[in-house]
Antibody, heavy 119, light 108 residues
C-alpha cells in the first residue's frame, strides 16, 4: 500500500524557518516525481513545488521561489521542503503528493501537516 | 499561468440526482491534461479523473469526465451519499500547475 506521511509542521514566527518531511513507503520512491501542495484554511489547493525522481530537476511556484527549497533523499525514501522567510500567507496544510508517471497529476496524497505563521 | 474557473461554487442536490460541474481554463490546456479530485472535510484530495476523461483506479463509472481545449466537465450521474464533497480541477499541461477554486456539492 502506498503511504505518504508528512511531518514537521507547527507554529513559527514571521521570518522564521521550518523543514517539512514526507516519508514514503509501499512503492519505489526514486521512480516517482513528487510535489508539495498547500491549502490555506478554508481555501483551495495550490501547487508549491515539485522534484523529479532522481532529484535533478526542481520546480517552484513564483510565490515561494527563492524562499523554499525542495529536496529528496532516495536512500531514506523521504521528501523535504525547507521553508525560509516565512510569511503569514504561507499558513496552510502542506501535502506531499506522488505524481503518476511524472505527468503532473497526483495519484496519492499524504494526510498533510499544518504550518502556522504567526507572531 | 493558466487560471481555472470552476462553476458553480456550490451545487445543492439530492441523492440520486445528476451533478454537472464545470471547469473553464483561461487558455487551452495542452493535450487536455486536466484532472479532477474529490476532497472531504479533514481529508486529503483523492484523484478521480486524469487526461480529462480517464477514471483513476477504483473510481465508479457513475463518475465521468469530458471536455477538451479550455472547457471541461465532471459529471456524477446519480449522487450517492459519499459523493457530497468539494471537487477541484487541475491542469498539468503547463507549469505552474494550477487548480480551480473548487465546487462544493452539498445535500439539498
Amino acid at each position: 500500500e502506498v503511504q505518504l506521511l508528512e511531518s514537521g509542521g507547527g507554529l513559527v514566527q514571521p521570518g522564521g524557518s521550518l523543514r517539512l518531511s514526507c516519508a514514503a513507503s509501499g512503492f519505489t520512491f526514486s521512480s516517482y516525481a513528487v510535489s508539495w501542495v498547500c491549502q490555506a484554511p478554508g481555501k483551495g489547493l495550490e501547487w508549491v513545488s515539485a522534484i523529479s525522481g532522481d532529484g535533478r530537476k526542481t520546480y517552484y511556484a513564483d510565490s515561494v521561489k527563492g524562499r523554499f527549497t525542495i529536496s529528496r533523499d532516495n536512500s531514506k525514501n523521504t521528501l523535504y521542503l525547507q521553508m525560509n522567510s516565512l510569511r503569514a500567507e504561507d499558513t496552510a496544510v502542506y501535502y506531499c503528493a506522488r505524481e503518476l508517471s511524472a505527468s503532473g497529476f497526483f495519484d496519492n496524497w499524504g494526510q498533510g501537516t499544518l504550518v502556522t505563521v504567526s507572531s | 499561468e493558466i487560471v481555472l474557473t470552476q462553476s458553480p461554487g456550490t451545487l445543492s442536490l439530492s441523492p440520486g440526482e445528476r451533478a454537472t460541474l464545470s471547469c473553464r481554463a483561461s487558455q487551452s490546456v495542452n493535450r487536455n491534461y486536466l484532472a479532477w479530485y474529490q476532497q472531504k472535510p479533514g481529508q486529503a484530495p483523492r484523484l478521480l479523473i486524469y487526461g480529462a476523461s480517464s477514471r483513476a483506479t477504483g473510481i465508479p463509472d457513475r463518475i465521468s469526465g469530458s471536455g477538451s481545449g479550455a472547457d471541461f466537465t465532471l459529471t456524477i450521474s446519480r449522487l450517492e451519499p459519499e459523493d457530497f464533497a468539494v471537487y477541484y480541477c487541475q491542469q498539468y499541461g503547463s507549469t505552474p500547475l494550477t487548480f480551480g477554486g473548487g465546487t462544493k456539492v452539498e445535500i439539498k
